[in-house]
């Protein structure tokens, strides 16, 4: 199974589980996604915060850009880069990159300051949320389903555990721009990740030796 909280769902549905598990997370590939550190700064231009999923309800675009047109009357160096649809969206300070090959997707990311993952149903474990972190991106994302998983509930990345309160994201929002500001503009979890975090060849081993354990047991 890809995360703990899936496993933990499964045997409570379910009154008889014969059988055996393991949980083994996602993994991308960290000759992609990894992080281009940039040296501190005592000031920025712009903060540029990141969008990417495929555009349906439950992705949750128009959800946060109800929560954007709040901040942007506060904030006035933000701007909203949003990945992976072409349709025109009608809000200041918003820049649709469009749907692009995920070769091209680490140079935004390495270049955003923030990414929004306000997902708004049970993900399984949320492969564009780990690229991004990867990348380096402050990560705030919703804490719904296997999400809290990839940010180890909070140690990476910001959880929002209301996910269908607006305010509850614009003063999570807030207070994380303040936080990054702070720090000299740089992310404050990058420190707690691991060395090869979330990496496709582990991934690839950790499945072969499953796969074999697997095979003596038959």
């Known amino acids: 199974m890809l995360t703990q ?28 996604f990894f992080i281009k550190y940039k040296l ?12 990417c999923s495929q555009d349906r309800p439950k992705k949750g675009l128009d959800f946060i850009l109800k929560v954007w047109k709040i ?28 749907r692009i090959p995920n070769k091209e997707l680490p140079k935004y990311l390495q270049n955003s300051d923030f990414y929004l993952f306000p997902t708004l149903c049970h993900e399984g474990f949320g492969l564009s949320l780990v690229e991004a972190l990867k990348c380096g991106c402050y990560c705030i994302a919703s804490n719904y ?12 990345g910001k959880l929002i555990n209301n996910p269908n309160f607006i305010d509850e994201w614009v003063i999570e929002i807030d207070k994380s721009i303040e936080e990054y500001k702070s720090n000299n503009y740089q992310n404050p979890y990058i420190e707690s990740y691991p060395k090869r975090l979330y990496d496709l060849e582990d991934w690839s081993t950790n499945m072969n030796t499953l796969i074999n354990k697997a095979k003596l047991i038959l």
């Open 5 to 32: 909280k899936s496993y933990n769902l499964f045997k409570d549905y379910y009154a008889v589980t014969p059988c055996t598990f393991s949980v083994l997370h996602n993994g991308v590939n960290s000759n992609q």
């Open 40 to 51: 501190p700064i005592q000031s920025k231009e712009k903060l540029i915060f990141t969008w």
């Open 71 to 98: 901040l942007i009357k506060k904030h006035t160096n933000i701007e909203l880069q949003i990945i992976g649809t072409n349709r025109k969206i009608d809000v200041l300070k918003t820049k649709v990159i469009g």
């Open 145 to 156: 389903g296997g999400v809290s998983e990839v940010l180890q509930d909070g140690k990476y």
